[in-house]
């Protein structure tokens, strides 16, 4: 089994609809993250978590709304989206904080309609 | 601000070497990271530097320079699986990881 798994691997969905993508890492790390990868555009750092504590916001709309259960599953919680949050939403893992080295899963391919 | 610049797309030959550049401005510095991306996959982890100097690994190289806020990703013998996006991370004072928009590579026979 790969060390960080994200599903679904494809999402779409209505600008109406709710859904939640699932982050699961089997690595034992501390910190996880929620990235947003747009087409030509530097990976976006949505969220950061570290020992189930939420440690950053960068300014994401409230439509976006995240949740971390245990230091091992990560939750994005999806309402009310736009076309432009398509995107590419990758969950990552590391040590911890101060050792960022992160291991990403294959990301969920989201389209919003 | 903060920023990491690197060309947006590459060609190379297979065969041949190609490198990839990375300038970066950032609030203090504590790393810099290489990553490969294929499309629609995840990003994979490449390579590591924080000190000045080349770190080797197999067919990949990466240099820093930390007094020129620099680094560049050296591929050889360079082969069809390797045309990928790489990024470059760096690594800030607060321990945040600060992402370029990647550098898409085109290997043609």
């Known amino acids: 089994e790969t060390g960080v798994t994200q599903t679904p691997r494809h999402l779409v969905m209505g600008m109406t609809n709710k859904k939640s993508l699932k982050c699961e890492q089997h690595?034992?790390?501390?910190?996880m993250y929620w990235y947003k990868q747009s087409a030509k555009k530097p990976l976006e750092l949505m969220f950061v978590?570290?020992?189930?504590?939420?440690?950053e916001n960068n300014s994401v709309p409230s439509r976006f709304s995240p949740e971390c259960p245990n230091s091992s599953h990560l939750f994005l919680h999806l309402h009310t989206l736009q076309p432009e949050d398509s995107a590419l939403y990758l969950c990552?893992?590391?040590?911890?904080?101060?050792?960022?080295?992160?291991?990403f899963g294959q990301g969920t391919r989201l389209t919003v309609v | 601000g903060q920023n990491i610049d690197q060309p947006t797309e590459m060609t190379a030959t297979e065969g041949a070497i190609v490198q990839i550049n990375c300038t970066y401005q950032?609030?203090?510095?504590?790393?810099l990271f290489w990553y490969q991306q294929h499309a629609g996959e995840a990003p994979t982890f490449l390579s590591y530097?924080?000190l000045d100097g080349l770190e080797e690994k197999g067919r990949f190289s990466s240099f820093l320079s930390r007094s020129k806020g620099y680094s560049y990703l050296l591929l050889k013998e360079l082969q069809m699986k390797d045309s990928a996006s790489y990024l470059c991370?760096?690594?800030?004072?607060?321990?945040?990881?600060?992402w370029g928009a990647g550098t898409k590579l085109i290997i043609k026979p």
């Open positions: 990552a893992s590391s040590q911890d904080l101060e050792v960022p080295e992160a291991f």
């Open positions: 690595l034992g790390h501390n910190a």
């Open positions: 978590y570290s020992l189930e504590e939420r440690v």
């Open positions: 950032t609030s203090g510095f504590n790393g």
């Open positions: 530097n924080v």
């Open positions: 991370a760096v690594i800030n004072s607060n321990y945040q990881l600060i």
